[in-house]
Nanobody, 123 residues
Framework: EVKLMESGGGSVQAGGSLSLSCRASGLDASLYCMGWFRHASGKEREIVAAISGSTGITYYSGSVKGRFTVSRDNAKNTDLQMNSLKPEDTAMYYC?????????????????WGQGTQVIVSS
């Protein structure tokens, strides 16, 4: 059984940093596109960052580029370092494993999801 478990969420003031981690079991995360998504109240879920399994190429949404960094440290953990946080980054953050080793261009093909971790950024 595949399980993804996020950790590291919390509350921080604007300008601060948080580091999220996604631990995979039942799956070698290095063989799949791994993504971080967020879902803010009243908004649609959106892709935040992703990392390809084959090349390690990373993708970032425009709203977080330059502030967030996605990385993979082994076959189990995919991390998201979030710096210079803004109140608009407040959301539930989810880790997801793609259906293939490379990330699709629309970031739609994710088949395994974690339960999420809450990030709150106060002004």
């Amino acid at each position: 059984e595949v399980k993804l478990m996020e950790s590291g969420g919390g509350s921080v003031q604007a300008g601060g940093s948080l580091s999220l981690s996604c631990r995979a079991s039942g799956l070698d995360a290095s063989l799949y596109c791994m993504g971080w998504f967020r879902h803010a109240s009243g908004k649609e879920r959106e892709i935040v960052a992703a990392i390809s399994g084959s090349t390690g190429i990373t993708y970032y949404s425009g709203s977080v580029k330059g502030r967030f960094t996605v990385s993979r440290d082994n076959a189990k953990n995919t991390d998201l370092q979030m710096n210079s946080l803004k109140p608009e980054d407040t959301a539930m953050y989810y880790c997801a494993a793609g259906s293939s080793i490379d990330c699709d261009s629309n970031f739609k093909n994710f088949r395994n999801w974690g339960q999420g971790t809450q990030v709150i950024v106060s002004s």
